[in-house]
């Protein structure tokens, strides 16, 4: 299989332009309904000091997957170490990854568990891929971070 099969569909979810900002018009939705395994992935994402980080609810207008799970690192070295904490801590719970693309290269890394995937950006490739905006009617919930500083999630042990 293509190592871009994942991203290109992800991607080809293009939705019509917002009339209205999506901010004012966005569905939340809080942790408390996300799997087990979701808050893992954001635990372990959280224990590598990702940036950013948010999950999109696509039950309702996706066929390929529930959440996304998106996050963001600071450089490529950083955006590899998420990925690995994220697989490691699910592996030892017994949940692999189905695949995992774009690792090498460290940019966007693609981790699909099947129910929910988690896309782990550097961020200028976040910005230009702009999933959120791709998914805008999406509910999502961005996971609150501690004393305004990005860098430190209130979801660390």
Not at 51 to 58: A, G, I, K, W
Not at 59 to 80: K, L
Not at 127 to 139: G, I, K, S
């Amino acid at each position: 299989m293509n190592e871009n099969t994942i991203k290109d569909e992800v991607l080809r979810h293009e939705a019509p332009a917002a009339e209205v900002p999506a901010t004012s018009r966005q569905q939340r939705f809080d942790l408390s309904q996300l799997d087990e395994r979701v808050l893992t992935a954001l635990h372990a994402a959280a224990d590598k000091k990702a940036v950013e980080v948010t999950v999109l609810d696509l039950s309702g207008i996706s066929s390929f997957t529930d959440y996304f799970v998106i996050t963001s690192g600071t450089n490529v070295r950083q955006v590899q170490a998420i990925a690995d904490e994220v697989v490691e801590q699910l592996k030892k719970q017994g949940t692999r990854a189905a695949r995992v693309e774009g690792y090498q290269k460290g940019e966007w890394i693609l981790v699909d568990y099947g129910d929910f995937i988690v896309h782990v950006f550097e961020d200028k490739a976040r910005r230009f891929y702009d999933l959120e905006r791709l998914w805008r009617d999406a509910p999502r919930c961005d996971v609150p971070l501690e004393g305004g500083n990005s860098s430190e999630s209130s979801l660390r042990k």
